[in-house]
């Protein structure tokens, strides 16, 4: 079974910038359709980001703009590059991993979606 382990995380002020790197092992990225998600004190998981194997990409509207998600096969490596980071971005984030293909014209956004999880990687944005 595939394992992810997130790292990166850490404490910014407004305005700074992330990135996020979520490794995987027992498997090749390449076969994986993958995301971004976050859960914020006292919410629901949210996705962030996402991207199919195929590297098509989907992004929360709150995120657009400011963040980007890409991966490197070579590394076997899933990355979120954050930028313009605000205080609401404050959050615990996980990758995430289903094996593909799952037909999806976008990637999906939503947590259900996805079998395998790292154990997330804090990041705070301070005022």
């Known amino acids: 079974q595939v394992q992810l382990v997130e790292s990166g995380g850490g404490s910014v002020q407004a305005g700074g910038s992330l990135r996020l790197s979520c490794t995987v092992s027992?498997?090749?990225?390449?076969?994986?359709?993958m995301g971004w998600f976050r859960r914020a004190p006292g919410k629901e998981r949210e996705g962030v980001a996402a991207i199919t194997y195929t590297g098509r990409t989907n992004y929360a509207d709150h995120v657009k703009g400011r963040f980007t998600i890409s991966s490197d096969r070579d590394e076997n490596t899933l990355y979120l590059q954050m930028n313009g980071l605000k205080p609401a971005d404050t959050a615990v984030y996980y990758c995430a991993a289903e094996r593909a293909p799952r037909g999806w014209i976008l990637p999906s956004l939503q947590p259900y979606e996805y079998n395998s999880w790292g154990q997330g990687t804090q990041v705070t944005v301070s005022s």
């Open positions: 027992g498997d090749r990225i390449s076969v994986y359709d």
